[in-house]
């Protein structure tokens, strides 16, 4: 894994270890992923892949590109048994939003639009993003899903525009 030391990626390393996984902090490589285990891959996507932003539109252009790079590879990889997926959450409570923008209440106002807003009445956790992606990572219980681009939104790919 790499992006552990907050946020999404500290849940879900925090998840994985709970379940007696061990975490390895890495990057992809297909060589030795192939020679090790069959293994399979969850790339962390967004929302903004599907929902275009004037202000973020560089993000939402990488987040769309990663999208495509994850099926591609679910293609390229399948062959030798090496699923690959995404999970795309919305609005989650991280420090990105301050990192990013230096503004200390900026997430205290998106926990108040998603509490009014998002269909299930709140901001995402980093632990939910964290349970998508054990399932997906799961060989029992996603052992025939690659290629999937998941959302983890409480429904907000359904917001009307
Ligand atoms: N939070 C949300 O609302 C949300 C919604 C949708 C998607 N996402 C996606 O979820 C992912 C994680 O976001 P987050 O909210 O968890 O952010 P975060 O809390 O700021 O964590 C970002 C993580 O990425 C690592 N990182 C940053 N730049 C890196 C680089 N160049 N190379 C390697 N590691 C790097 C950071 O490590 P260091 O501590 O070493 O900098 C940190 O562990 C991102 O891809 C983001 O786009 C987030």
């Not at 973020?56 to 590879?73: E, G, N, P, W």
Request: charged residues 20%.
């Amino acid at each position: 894994m790499y992006g552990s030391s907050s946020g999404i990626g500290e849940a879900i390393a925090i998840k994985l270890w709970s379940l007696g996984a061990n975490v390895v902090i890495t990057g992809r490589d297909e060589k030795r992923i192939g020679e090790l285990t069959k293994g399979n891959i969850v790339n962390i996507s967004s929302i903004a892949a599907f929902t275009p932003s004037s202000k973020m539109m560089l993000h939402c252009m990488a987040k769309c590109a990663l999208d495509m790079f994850t099926k591609c590879l679910a293609l390229q990889l399948g062959p030798k048994g090496i699923r690959v997926n995404s999970v795309n959450p919305a609005t989650v409570r991280t420090p990105i939003f301050e990192r990013i923008t230096g503004d200390t209440k900026l997430l205290d106002s998106l926990v108040e639009h998603c509490r009014q807003t998002y269909p299930l009445g709140r901001i995402g956790e980093p632990e939910d993003v964290a349970e998508a992606v054990v399932f997906l990572a799961n060989e029992t219980s996603a052992s025939f899903i690659t290629g999937l681009i998941m959302p983890v939104n409480g429904g907000a790919n359904h917001l009307p525009n």
